[in-house]
Protein backbone atom coordinates (compact mmCIF):
# COMPACT_ATOMS: atom_id res chain seq x y z
CA UNK A 1 0.00 0.00 0.00
CA UNK A 2 2.76 2.77 -1.31
CA UNK A 3 1.76 6.58 -1.43
CA UNK A 4 1.79 7.43 -4.97
CA UNK A 5 0.99 10.96 -4.87
CA UNK A 6 -0.11 13.92 -2.25
CA UNK A 7 -1.72 16.35 -3.42
CA UNK A 8 -3.45 19.42 -2.27
CA UNK A 9 -6.40 22.46 -3.29
CA UNK A 10 -7.74 24.92 -1.59
CA UNK A 11 -11.37 25.59 -0.21
CA UNK A 12 -13.35 28.79 1.16
CA UNK A 13 -16.58 28.92 2.49
CA UNK A 14 -18.14 31.93 3.85
CA UNK A 15 -19.55 31.83 7.49
CA UNK A 16 -23.51 32.47 8.37
CA UNK A 17 -22.46 35.01 11.10
CA UNK A 18 -18.78 36.49 11.36
CA UNK A 19 -16.88 34.28 14.49
CA UNK A 20 -15.48 36.27 17.23
CA UNK A 21 -12.83 35.35 20.06
CA UNK A 22 -10.15 36.95 21.57
CA UNK A 23 -8.09 36.04 19.31
CA UNK A 24 -9.65 36.81 15.74
CA UNK A 25 -13.01 37.69 13.67
CA UNK A 26 -13.30 35.05 10.69
CA UNK A 27 -16.15 35.75 7.85
CA UNK A 28 -14.55 33.25 5.28
CA UNK A 29 -13.23 29.61 6.35
CA UNK A 30 -10.63 28.77 4.04
CA UNK A 31 -8.48 25.67 3.72
CA UNK A 32 -5.99 23.11 2.04
CA UNK A 33 -7.78 20.04 1.30
CA UNK A 34 -5.40 17.21 1.21
CA UNK A 35 -5.58 14.07 -1.00
CA UNK A 36 -3.24 10.73 -0.60
CA UNK A 37 -3.47 8.31 -3.45
CA UNK A 38 -2.12 4.88 -3.15
CA UNK A 39 -0.96 1.97 -5.45
CA UNK A 40 -3.98 0.31 -4.81
CA UNK A 41 -6.06 2.48 -6.12
CA UNK A 42 -7.48 3.95 -2.54
CA UNK A 43 -7.52 7.55 -1.55
CA UNK A 44 -7.01 8.95 1.61
CA UNK A 45 -8.47 12.81 2.57
CA UNK A 46 -7.49 15.62 4.93
CA UNK A 47 -7.63 18.79 6.22
CA UNK A 48 -5.79 22.21 7.51
CA UNK A 49 -7.15 25.59 7.91
CA UNK A 50 -4.89 28.47 8.37
CA UNK A 51 -5.00 29.60 12.23
CA UNK A 52 -2.28 32.21 12.17
CA UNK A 53 -3.15 33.32 16.04
CA UNK A 54 -3.10 29.96 17.23
CA UNK A 55 -0.88 27.32 15.15
CA UNK A 56 0.85 30.22 13.66
CA UNK A 57 0.25 28.40 10.12
CA UNK A 58 -1.41 29.91 6.65
CA UNK A 59 -2.22 28.78 3.89
CA UNK A 60 0.83 29.20 2.21
CA UNK A 61 2.99 27.61 4.54
CA UNK A 62 1.06 24.67 5.07
CA UNK A 63 0.92 24.07 1.00
CA UNK A 64 4.95 24.51 1.48
CA UNK A 65 5.42 22.04 3.81
CA UNK A 66 3.21 19.49 2.39
CA UNK A 67 4.71 19.71 -1.10
CA UNK A 68 8.43 20.72 -0.38
CA UNK A 69 8.98 18.67 2.55
CA UNK A 70 6.03 16.05 3.19
CA UNK A 71 5.53 14.68 0.16
CA UNK A 72 9.13 14.11 -0.99
CA UNK A 73 9.83 12.60 2.83
CA UNK A 74 6.94 10.04 2.08
CA UNK A 75 5.98 9.43 -1.51
CA UNK A 76 6.58 5.67 -1.62
CA UNK A 77 6.52 4.91 1.70
CA UNK A 78 4.32 1.97 2.92
CA UNK A 79 1.09 3.30 4.72
CA UNK A 80 0.78 -0.39 6.76
CA UNK A 81 4.23 0.06 8.07
CA UNK A 82 2.21 3.37 9.87
CA UNK A 83 4.45 4.14 12.44
CA UNK A 84 7.71 4.52 10.27
CA UNK A 85 5.34 6.93 8.48
CA UNK A 86 3.93 8.89 11.42
CA UNK A 87 7.63 8.60 12.87
CA UNK A 88 8.76 10.01 9.83
CA UNK A 89 6.10 12.42 9.39
CA UNK A 90 7.30 14.41 12.56
CA UNK A 91 10.62 14.57 12.07
CA UNK A 92 11.22 15.89 9.07
CA UNK A 93 9.87 19.27 10.65
CA UNK A 94 8.92 20.85 13.11
CA UNK A 95 5.90 22.67 13.86
CA UNK A 96 4.02 22.80 11.30
CA UNK A 97 1.19 21.08 13.37
CA UNK A 98 -1.74 21.88 10.68
CA UNK A 99 -0.12 20.78 7.90
CA UNK A 100 1.08 17.39 9.43
CA UNK A 101 -2.54 16.80 10.92
CA UNK A 102 -3.69 17.08 7.41
CA UNK A 103 -1.54 14.59 6.03
CA UNK A 104 -1.92 12.79 9.18
CA UNK A 105 -6.07 12.24 8.93
CA UNK A 106 -5.59 11.77 5.27
CA UNK A 107 -3.29 8.76 6.42
CA UNK A 108 -5.68 7.63 9.04
CA UNK A 109 -8.29 7.20 6.30
CA UNK A 110 -6.44 5.09 4.17
CA UNK A 111 -5.31 2.80 7.27
CA UNK A 112 -9.12 2.37 7.95
CA UNK A 113 -10.06 2.28 4.70
CA UNK A 114 -7.70 -1.15 4.32
CA UNK A 115 -9.38 -2.64 7.14
CA UNK A 116 -12.91 -1.67 5.67
CA UNK A 117 -14.27 0.01 8.91
CA UNK A 118 -14.87 3.49 9.68
CA UNK A 119 -11.88 5.43 11.12
CA UNK A 120 -13.40 5.39 14.62
CA UNK A 121 -13.87 1.41 15.03
CA UNK A 122 -10.28 1.34 13.77
CA UNK A 123 -9.25 3.51 16.35
CA UNK A 124 -10.84 1.99 19.39
CA UNK A 125 -14.82 1.77 18.63
CA UNK A 126 -15.87 3.32 22.14
CA UNK A 127 -19.28 4.71 20.46
CA UNK A 128 -20.53 6.01 16.89
CA UNK A 129 -22.26 9.00 17.92
CA UNK A 130 -21.69 12.32 19.68
CA UNK A 131 -23.25 15.40 21.48
CA UNK A 132 -21.60 18.72 19.80
CA UNK A 133 -21.73 22.31 21.88
CA UNK A 134 -22.24 25.26 19.81
CA UNK A 135 -20.22 28.48 19.78
CA UNK A 136 -21.82 31.85 20.80
CA UNK A 137 -19.21 34.31 19.42
CA UNK A 138 -18.10 37.36 21.61
CA UNK A 139 -20.08 40.23 21.67
CA UNK A 140 -22.42 42.72 23.55
CA UNK A 141 -24.29 41.35 26.00
CA UNK A 142 -27.73 41.34 24.40
CA UNK A 143 -26.40 40.30 21.10
CA UNK A 144 -24.93 37.24 22.57
CA UNK A 145 -28.27 36.69 24.67
CA UNK A 146 -29.84 36.68 21.56
CA UNK A 147 -27.70 34.21 20.11
CA UNK A 148 -27.78 31.54 23.02
CA UNK A 149 -31.56 31.95 22.58
CA UNK A 150 -31.54 30.95 18.96
CA UNK A 151 -29.12 28.24 19.57
CA UNK A 152 -31.12 26.72 22.13
CA UNK A 153 -34.26 26.81 19.74
CA UNK A 154 -32.25 25.12 17.03
CA UNK A 155 -31.72 22.19 19.28
CA UNK A 156 -28.39 22.43 21.30
CA UNK A 157 -28.20 22.02 25.19
CA UNK A 158 -24.76 22.98 25.47
CA UNK A 159 -23.34 26.73 24.95
CA UNK A 160 -19.49 27.49 24.48
CA UNK A 161 -19.44 30.94 25.36
CA UNK A 162 -16.61 33.40 23.92
CA UNK A 163 -15.06 35.65 26.36
CA UNK A 164 -11.91 37.54 26.94
CA UNK A 165 -13.00 40.96 24.97
CA UNK A 166 -13.18 44.26 26.97
CA UNK A 167 -13.56 43.77 30.37
CA UNK A 168 -13.85 41.56 33.65
CA UNK A 169 -17.25 43.34 34.45
CA UNK A 170 -17.98 43.25 31.00
CA UNK A 171 -17.87 39.55 30.28
CA UNK A 172 -19.63 38.93 33.77
CA UNK A 173 -22.29 40.60 32.19
CA UNK A 174 -21.96 38.65 29.18
CA UNK A 175 -22.68 35.47 30.79
CA UNK A 176 -25.37 36.92 33.46
CA UNK A 177 -27.35 37.70 30.05
CA UNK A 178 -27.05 34.51 28.47
CA UNK A 179 -27.83 32.27 31.50
CA UNK A 180 -30.88 35.03 32.06
CA UNK A 181 -32.28 34.16 28.34
CA UNK A 182 -32.01 30.26 28.35
CA UNK A 183 -32.71 28.99 31.44
CA UNK A 184 -30.82 27.01 34.20
CA UNK A 185 -31.28 23.45 32.23
CA UNK A 186 -28.84 24.39 29.71
CA UNK A 187 -25.05 23.93 30.11
CA UNK A 188 -22.15 26.83 29.78
CA UNK A 189 -19.12 26.26 28.98
CA UNK A 190 -16.92 29.50 28.92
CA UNK A 191 -13.99 30.12 26.45
CA UNK A 192 -11.33 32.96 27.13
CA UNK A 193 -8.99 32.25 24.24
CA UNK A 194 -6.17 33.30 26.71
CA UNK A 195 -8.01 36.97 26.93
CA UNK A 196 -7.33 37.02 30.61
CA UNK A 197 -4.65 37.29 33.37
CA UNK A 198 -4.79 34.89 35.90
CA UNK A 199 -5.43 37.39 38.72
CA UNK A 200 -8.78 38.43 36.48
CA UNK A 201 -9.37 35.32 35.63
CA UNK A 202 -9.81 34.09 39.34
CA UNK A 203 -11.77 37.08 40.29
CA UNK A 204 -14.04 36.46 37.11
CA UNK A 205 -14.81 32.81 37.65
CA UNK A 206 -15.02 33.40 41.17
CA UNK A 207 -17.33 36.33 40.63
CA UNK A 208 -19.80 33.72 38.54
CA UNK A 209 -19.54 31.18 40.93
CA UNK A 210 -20.91 33.71 43.38
CA UNK A 211 -23.55 34.67 40.82
CA UNK A 212 -24.79 30.89 40.44
CA UNK A 213 -24.25 31.21 36.79
CA UNK A 214 -23.50 27.53 36.51
CA UNK A 215 -20.64 27.49 34.46
CA UNK A 216 -19.21 24.12 33.73
CA UNK A 217 -16.08 24.84 32.61
CA UNK A 218 -13.72 27.68 31.69
CA UNK A 219 -11.32 27.09 28.73
CA UNK A 220 -7.81 29.07 28.38
CA UNK A 221 -8.26 31.83 30.79
CA UNK A 222 -4.91 32.73 30.48
CA UNK A 223 -2.03 33.41 27.86
CA UNK A 224 -0.85 29.86 26.17
CA UNK A 225 2.82 30.55 27.57
CA UNK A 226 1.52 31.13 31.00
CA UNK A 227 1.78 27.70 32.63
CA UNK A 228 2.57 29.35 36.08
CA UNK A 229 -0.82 31.30 35.73
CA UNK A 230 -2.96 28.59 34.53
CA UNK A 231 -2.64 26.62 37.70
CA UNK A 232 -2.40 29.80 39.59
CA UNK A 233 -6.18 30.15 37.94
CA UNK A 234 -6.48 26.04 38.62
CA UNK A 235 -5.48 26.18 42.38
CA UNK A 236 -8.06 29.43 43.08
CA UNK A 237 -11.49 28.51 41.81
CA UNK A 238 -13.83 25.65 42.12
CA UNK A 239 -15.32 25.74 38.19
CA UNK A 240 -12.62 23.20 36.40
CA UNK A 241 -10.19 25.07 33.80
CA UNK A 242 -9.18 23.47 30.74
CA UNK A 243 -6.35 24.00 28.72
CA UNK A 244 -6.22 24.38 25.13
CA UNK A 245 -3.55 26.22 23.78
CA UNK A 246 -1.18 25.59 26.31
CA UNK A 247 -1.41 22.08 25.11
CA UNK A 248 0.15 21.41 21.72
CA UNK A 249 1.98 18.40 22.18
CA UNK A 250 2.26 15.28 24.35
CA UNK A 251 5.22 17.24 26.11
CA UNK A 252 3.06 20.01 26.93
CA UNK A 253 0.10 17.89 28.29
CA UNK A 254 2.93 16.42 30.38
CA UNK A 255 3.51 19.53 31.96
CA UNK A 256 0.39 20.23 32.29
CA UNK A 257 -0.36 17.24 34.08
CA UNK A 258 2.67 17.17 36.22
CA UNK A 259 2.48 20.53 37.36
CA UNK A 260 -2.02 20.43 38.10
CA UNK A 261 -2.32 23.25 35.76
CA UNK A 262 -5.03 22.38 34.83
CA UNK A 263 -8.28 19.73 35.01
CA UNK A 264 -8.62 19.06 31.53
CA UNK A 265 -7.73 19.21 28.32
CA UNK A 266 -8.70 20.27 24.93
CA UNK A 267 -7.02 18.05 21.95
CA UNK A 268 -7.03 20.15 18.58
CA UNK A 269 -5.93 17.33 15.70
CA UNK A 270 -4.33 21.31 13.99
CA UNK A 271 -2.35 21.80 17.10
CA UNK A 272 -1.10 18.30 17.72
CA UNK A 273 -0.33 17.22 14.56
CA UNK A 274 -3.12 15.10 13.71
CA UNK A 275 -4.77 11.51 15.44
CA UNK A 276 -1.21 10.03 16.32
CA UNK A 277 0.26 12.48 19.13
CA UNK A 278 -3.32 13.09 20.00
CA UNK A 279 -3.55 9.61 21.03
CA UNK A 280 -0.68 10.12 23.11
CA UNK A 281 -2.01 12.94 24.62
CA UNK A 282 -5.11 11.37 25.20
CA UNK A 283 -3.34 8.61 26.98
CA UNK A 284 -1.40 10.47 29.13
CA UNK A 285 -4.09 12.53 30.11
CA UNK A 286 -6.30 8.92 31.17
CA UNK A 287 -3.27 7.79 33.02
CA UNK A 288 -3.45 10.85 35.48
CA UNK A 289 -7.63 11.08 35.36
CA UNK A 290 -8.03 14.04 33.58
CA UNK A 291 -10.64 13.98 31.14
CA UNK A 292 -10.42 15.65 27.86
CA UNK A 293 -12.53 17.46 24.70
CA UNK A 294 -11.32 17.40 21.22
CA UNK A 295 -12.18 20.87 19.59
CA UNK A 296 -11.18 22.55 15.96
CA UNK A 297 -10.98 25.05 14.22
CA UNK A 298 -13.78 26.54 11.88
CA UNK A 299 -13.10 23.64 9.98
CA UNK A 300 -15.36 22.12 7.06
CA UNK A 301 -16.77 18.26 7.31
CA UNK A 302 -13.37 16.63 6.38
CA UNK A 303 -11.38 17.87 9.51
CA UNK A 304 -14.50 17.72 11.71
CA UNK A 305 -15.20 14.27 10.87
CA UNK A 306 -11.50 13.02 11.23
CA UNK A 307 -11.86 14.63 14.64
CA UNK A 308 -15.00 12.88 15.78
CA UNK A 309 -13.86 9.60 14.71
CA UNK A 310 -10.97 10.32 16.91
CA UNK A 311 -13.11 11.34 19.82
CA UNK A 312 -15.69 8.83 19.20
CA UNK A 313 -13.05 6.40 19.70
CA UNK A 314 -11.97 7.03 23.16
CA UNK A 315 -13.84 6.60 26.51
CA UNK A 316 -11.39 9.67 28.10
CA UNK A 317 -12.43 12.42 25.66
CA UNK A 318 -16.06 13.32 27.37
CA UNK A 319 -16.27 16.50 25.40
CA UNK A 320 -16.88 17.44 21.70
CA UNK A 321 -17.05 20.70 20.05
CA UNK A 322 -17.72 20.20 16.41
CA UNK A 323 -19.88 22.66 15.84
CA UNK A 324 -18.32 24.64 12.85
CA UNK A 325 -19.43 22.99 9.61
CA UNK A 326 -22.59 23.91 11.00
CA UNK A 327 -21.98 27.79 11.20
CA UNK A 328 -20.74 27.66 7.44
CA UNK A 329 -23.15 28.80 4.46
CA UNK A 330 -22.69 25.73 2.40
CA UNK A 331 -21.65 22.23 2.78
CA UNK A 332 -19.18 21.12 0.12
CA UNK A 333 -17.81 17.80 1.21
CA UNK A 334 -20.07 14.70 -0.25
CA UNK A 335 -20.59 11.81 2.30
CA UNK A 336 -19.09 11.21 5.85
CA UNK A 337 -20.33 12.25 9.47
CA UNK A 338 -24.00 13.35 9.69
CA UNK A 339 -25.78 16.13 11.65
CA UNK A 340 -28.83 16.52 13.41
CA UNK A 341 -29.16 19.56 14.93
CA UNK A 342 -26.57 18.73 18.36
CA UNK A 343 -26.56 15.06 17.36
CA UNK A 344 -23.29 13.60 15.56
CA UNK A 345 -23.33 10.25 13.83
CA UNK A 346 -20.91 9.14 12.55
CA UNK A 347 -21.08 6.56 8.91
CA UNK A 348 -20.51 3.12 8.64
CA UNK A 349 -18.77 3.50 5.49
CA UNK A 350 -14.80 2.94 5.74
CA UNK A 351 -12.53 5.58 6.78
CA UNK A 352 -13.77 8.96 6.96
CA UNK A 353 -16.45 7.55 4.57
CA UNK A 354 -15.75 10.96 2.60
CA UNK A 355 -16.40 10.65 -1.29
CA UNK A 356 -15.20 13.99 -2.75
CA UNK A 357 -15.20 18.02 -1.85
CA UNK A 358 -17.24 20.25 -3.87
CA UNK A 359 -15.73 22.74 -6.09
CA UNK A 360 -14.86 26.05 -4.92
CA UNK A 361 -17.48 28.31 -6.67
CA UNK A 362 -19.98 25.59 -5.19
CA UNK A 363 -19.36 27.08 -1.96
CA UNK A 364 -20.44 30.54 -2.80
CA UNK A 365 -23.47 29.75 -4.60
Avoid at 158 to 179: A, C, N, P, S, W
Avoid at 244 to 249: G, K, L, R, T
Avoid at 254 to 266: F, K, S
Amino acid sequence: MLIEKIETRRVAVPLKKPFKTALRTLEVAEAVIVTIHCDNGLVGFGEAPPTLVVTGDSLESIESAIHNTIKPALTGMNVLHFEQVFQKLHRILVRNTSAKAAVDMALYDLLAKKMDVPLYEYLGGFQHELETDYTVSVNGPEEMGEDAVQYVNDGFSVLKVKVGIQDIQTDIERIKEIRSRVGNSIKLRLDANQGWNAKDAVFAINKMADLDLGIELVEQPVKAHDFEGLKMVTDNTITPIMADESVFSPEDALRVITNRCADMINIKLMKAGGIYKAETINRLAEAAGIECMTGSMIETRVGISAAAHFAASKKNVTRFDFDSPLMLKKDIVHGGMIYDKNKITLQKEPGLGITGIGEFEEAFK
